[in-house]
């Protein structure tokens, strides 16, 4: 037998043909973006492989070329912002090259991408949970520095307020600590969960996404998402995804009439090889605002925001840091029907600093880490003239700080035949201390710490997901007892697809949530929810059963989706009177009892003809104490709305008509509400280049002038909601 006299050789040459034969196994897939109006090229649009979760972007020629993929179909979808999305399929087999062509153009129907619903990247038909995604030159167009006002109307959202500078949006009827507010994937840390006349401040101008999860998401974001989470996202949140070249920006100006509001925003990003520098800035005012029956006195606000960043984004690592501050004031509408009503106003501040860093490609069963530092600091001071005198000087009545420290480290599997998921960790430390008359909380730690994970199957005719979070939160008040709460959330969802663009989704949800603060401490009057409040600190975790069920279908014809859903709540906290009057206002003790919410959404957006859109939507929830069947408070009416949205060349008109029900399914400290029926009216005119896109729109509101109250608001008794009015907007982004 002849020796082998070069084992060496022998060994590469193996390497070479087993490489050679694993390339021969993976294709490519290229194509290229245009714009559909005039065939130029797009470039830094992003286009997705949504079931590798592989993204890429286009060059200046506006092409693209994604190496390294499997055999099989996959769906892609290219994005470039403010345009409508496009989705194709394609055939890929081993050794081969898969062309495909996009052509984006601005329409009503958008296949809109998801970051919130399961911390990845997938389209809102794929997601198991129901997602509405609202972009920036819906956002820029509703007059809000609030953000209950913004969301206001969307299906399933409506916004509880004390004003318009209160509002915060109340979710399938969840309101307060049970809907989780988020900027760019973490918490806000402001106050506005404690209290109606705490606000949660945005820009409508200055921001990018908003994305709404309706339904528990406890398992990646914490306990208090048991109704649903809403997530701000900056312009600048996904860029460690997709880095790019050049500079890119935006310059937005507004002005409105019924309140006389005014404002601008600015941003851009710069980016150089592996760095992106960035930042923008702007603000809004506005005065008191005009109703039917007259002005609402001390109801204007304003809001100054910035933020600067710098980050690297490398093949393997990258790393950004960012800091950013909001600032403004706001009134609290008085009742006028007193003698001497006293005005009260809020000075707010917030500051966050941020640190992201991950690592790509780790070579073992995960595809990447990436983790979140945050730190932010809030404080607001309630003022007004001393001892309620209007002559008298302004003094600062209550001050609350809030400083919080949050981390969040995710693992990223690979995608392993038909699995894939990831793997976190998450934590919190919140200092928070009141001060002044109304500092009814003791000064408190919080310390949180959580585990989680979320795993998906795909197989032939279905895809399973489920998922577990444990989590602990404990308090340490000031001289009082101490509580610490541990509890584990779970999920699991099936979806089928039932034809082309047509999915059934059936979700199972176990959420567990500790109570809050207040909750648990608070003693003594609270004038902003007109109560004098006694907490609990015997209280015990909130646990609920939950059940989600979506009919969704989106093509290029017909966007539609219907929802049920059914939530069990055992050891629901809610604030029940006591029927004694403390300092005239309702003493009210923070109690438990098994509760139950249920209800339904439906929206859908059709194409009559080629430029002619039927646009629908209804939402209903009901909520009610399971023993003695009493109504749960603030709990939204049925409401529908109807338009259409013509489109011809670059003109969009979006006429639409709101309905919404009398609410008399009451709590006992509630008073009823009349229904009511809003006349709105959108026309925007939209100039599309290569590299910029210009909107100038115009926003009718209540046309008719119709009065009425909402629901939801805490001072619905004496102030009614916005007139007759309308706002103009001019927005101009650059790429």
């Not at 600067?308 to 690592?317: A, D, I, P, S, T």
């Not at 604030?575 to 005239?584: F, K, Q, V």
Request: aromatic residues 12%; hydrophobic residues 35%.
């Amino acid at each position: 037998m002849k020796r082998v006299r070069n084992p060496k050789s022998v060994l590469w040459l193996l390497l070479i043909v087993t490489a050679a034969h694993a390339a021969e196994k993976t294709g490519v897939i290229r194509g290229d973006v245009v714009l559909d109006a005039t065939g130029d090229p797009l470039h830094t649009a992003t286009v997705t492989v949504i079931q590798l979760r592989r993204s890429v972007q286009t060059g200046d020629d506006g092409k693209f070329v994604i190496t390294g993929i499997p055999p099989g179909r996959y769906d892609l979808l290219a994005h470039m912002h403010a345009f409508t999305d496009e989705r194709r399929s394609v055939e890929v087999v081993p050794g081969g090259a898969a062309e495909i062509h996009f052509r984006l153009r601005i329409a009503p129907i958008r296949e809109t991408v998801t970051v919130t619903a399961s911390g990845q990247e997938e389209t809102t038909l794929e997601s198991f949970q129901s997602v509405t995604n609202l972009e920036s030159l819906e956002l820029t167009q509703k007059p809000a520095t609030s953000l209950g006002d913004l969301l206001d109307g969307e299906t399933g959202v409506a916004k509880r307020s004390s004003g318009p500078g209160t509002s915060r949006p109340v979710v399938r009827g969840f309101d307060g600590d049970r809907v989780l507010i988020l900027q760019d994937g973490i918490r806000t840390g402001t106050l506005s969960s404690q209290s109606s006349d705490h606000g949660e401040p945005v820009d409508s101008n200055a921001i990018d996404e908003v994305e709404i999860v309706r339904g528990p998401a406890t398992l990646l974001y914490g306990s208090n998402a048991i109704g649903g989470v809403v997530n701000i996202i900056s312009s600048h949140h996904q860029i460690h995804e997709h880095p790019h070249e050049g500079v890119r920006g935006y310059l937005t100006g507004t002005g409105g009439t019924a309140d006389r509001r005014g404002g601008g925003a600015g941003g851009f990003e710069i980016g150089r090889k592996d760095w992106l520098f960035w930042g923008d800035g702007g603000g809004q005012r506005s005065g008191d605002y005009a109703t039917p029956s007259g002005i609402v006195p001390n109801s204007w606000g304003n809001i100054q925001q910035g933020m600067l960043g710098v980050g690297r984004f490398g093949e393997k690592y990258f790393f950004s840091s960012s800091y950013g501050f909001y600032e403004g004031e706001y009134g609290i509408p008085v009742d006028t029907r007193q003698q001497e009503p006293e005005r009260v106003f809020l000075h707010y501040r917030r500051h966050a600093g941020r640190v992201n860093f991950g690592v790509k490609n780790l070579g073992s069963i995960f595809e990447q880490f990436r983790l979140t530092v945050n730190y932010t600091d809030w404080n607001h001071k309630e003022r007004g003239p001393e001892h309620g005198v209007e002559s008298g000087p302004v003094v600062t009545h209550n001050e609350f700080i809030n400083r919080q420290w949050v981390y969040r480290g995710v693992f990223d599997q690979k995608k392993l035949a038909r699995w894939s998921g990831s793997l976190g960790f998450w934590g919190m430390r919140r200092d928070y201390k009141a001060l002044g008359e109304e500092a009814i909380t003791p000064p408190t730690i919080q310390n949180a710490f959580a585990l989680f994970g979320l795993e998906q199957a795909q197989f032939h005719r279905f895809r399973l997901q489920w998922g577990g979070r444990f989590e602990t939160n404990g308090y340490s008040p000031a001289g009082l007892k101490h509580r610490t709460f541990s509890g584990f959330s779970g999920a699991a969802g099936i979806q089928v697809p039932l034809w082309k663009g047509g999915a059934f989704v059936v979700n199972y949800s176990h959420s567990y949530r500790a109570p809050a603060l207040e909750e648990l401490y608070a003693f003594g009057p609270h004038a902003g929810n007109f109560t004098w409040e006694i907490g609990d600190a015997n209280l015990r975790r909130e646990r609920g059963e939950g059940l989600d069920v979506s009919l969704r279908h989106q093509s290029g014809k017909l966007h539609s989706e219907c929802n049920f859903f059914y939530y069990d709540l055992a050891d629901y906290v809610y604030l029940a009177p006591t029927g004694r009057i403390n300092e005239n206002l309702i003493e009210a003790r923070y109690s438990q009892a098994a509760t139950r919410y249920w209800g339904t959404e439906t929206r859908a957006t059709y194409n009559v003809v080629r430029s002619l859109w039927l646009k629908a939507g209804l939402d209903t929830v009901q909520a009610e104490l399971k023993a003695s069947g009493v109504p749960l408070p603030r709990i939204p009416p049925i409401r529908g709305r109807l338009g259409f949205e013509w489109l011809w060349k670059g003109f969009d008109f979006q006429p639409e008509f709101v309905a919404v029900n009398h609410q008399n399914r009451i709590f006992p400290t509630e008073s009823p509400t009349a229904g009511y029926g809003l006349l709105n009216a959108k026309l925007s005119y939209t100039v599309t280049r290569q590299h910029a896109l210009q909107m100038f729109s115009v926003n009718f509101y209540n046309a008719t002038d119709r009065l009425y109250r909402n629901h939801l608001s805490i001072i619905k008794d004496f102030t009614p909601e916005i007139g007759r009015g309308v706002l103009f907007v001019y927005t101009i982004r650059f790429f």
